[in-house]
Nanobody, 115 residues
Framework: QVQLVESGGGLVQAGGSLRLSCVVSGSIFSINIMGWYRQAPGKQRELVATISSGGSTNYADSVKGRFTISRDNAKNTVYLQMNSLNSKDTAVYYC?????????WGQGTQVTVSS
């Protein structure tokens, strides 16, 4: 059984930083893309950032220059360093991984930015 366990969310003041982690465990082979999505209250889930197995990254325009995604393939872990947070970043953040024939989601971690 594959599990994605996120951590690192919480309450932070505007301008602050948080680092999210997502550890993938279980029987899984060759993860292609690892990524982070978020869903704010009353809004649809949206892409935040993705990273390929080769290290290519993709960011939503709203987080470019502030967030950095990285991954440790040996540990099946993906990270999201979030700097200069603002109230618009408040959301539940979800880890996502996919490869050939599979896609998995984490349970989500709450990030709340107070102004």
């Amino acid at each position: 059984q594959v599990q994605l366990v996120e951590s690192g969310g919480g309450l932070v003041q505007a301008g602050g930083s948080l680092r999210l982690s997502c550890v993938v465990s279980g029987s899984i082979f060759s993860i292609n893309i690892m990524g982070w999505y978020r869903q704010a209250p009353g809004k649809q889930r949206e892409l935040v950032a993705t990273i390929s197995s080769g290290g290519s990254t993709n960011y939503a325009d709203s987080v470019k220059g502030r967030f950095t995604i990285s991954r440790d393939n040996a540990k099946n872990t993906v990270y999201l360093q979030m700097n200069s947070l603002n109230s618009k970043d408040t959301a539940v953040y979800y880890c996502n991984v996919w490869g050939v024939g599979f896609e998995y989601w984490g349970q989500g971690t709450q990030v709340t930015v107070s102004s």
